[in-house]
């Protein structure tokens, strides 16, 4: 599985962006898909993941209720829709993919970031 993250930019404090991920190879479907983020100096951490059918999907507590993972098997793609953005949610953010969903980093697929910058 290839992953190819984008949609990422500059926007000010309480805009909006949404992530895409497009997946190419076999089986997009059959595979969990999670956003993380690494901002300057900090580890990489989850933002949330989803299901192969949608029916399972977890957010951290730090972008609930602003940011929500949804996806489109038909079209091999991933989104990261992220509203209210705040100055800390600037990072590199990545999309990856793995047969069962982990709360750690350790996903076989990784796609190669895009940059989110939010100004104050």
């Known amino acids: 599985v290839q992953l190819q993250a984008s949609g990422g930019g500059l926007v000010q404090t309480g805009g909006s962006l949404r992530l895409s991920c497009a997946a190419s190879?076999?089986?997009?479907?059959?595979?969990?898909m999670a956003w993380f983020r690494q901002a300057p100096g900090k580890g990489r951490e989850l933002v949330g993941y989803?299901?192969?059918?949608?029916?399972?999907?977890y957010v951290a507590e730090f972008v609930k209720g602003r940011f929500t993972i949804s996806r489109d098997n038909a079209k091999n793609t991933v989104y990261l829709q992220m509203n209210s953005l705040k100055p800390e949610d600037t990072a590199v953010y990545y999309c990856?993919?793995?047969?069962?969903?982990?709360?750690?980093?350790?996903?076989?697929?990784w796609g190669q970031g895009t940059q989110v910058t939010v100004s104050s």
């Open positions: 190879g076999r089986s997009f479907s059959s595979y969990v």
């Open positions: 990856a993919a793995n047969r069962v969903s982990r709360l750690s980093d350790n996903y076989d697929y």
């Open positions: 989803i299901n192969w059918s949608s029916t399972n999907t």
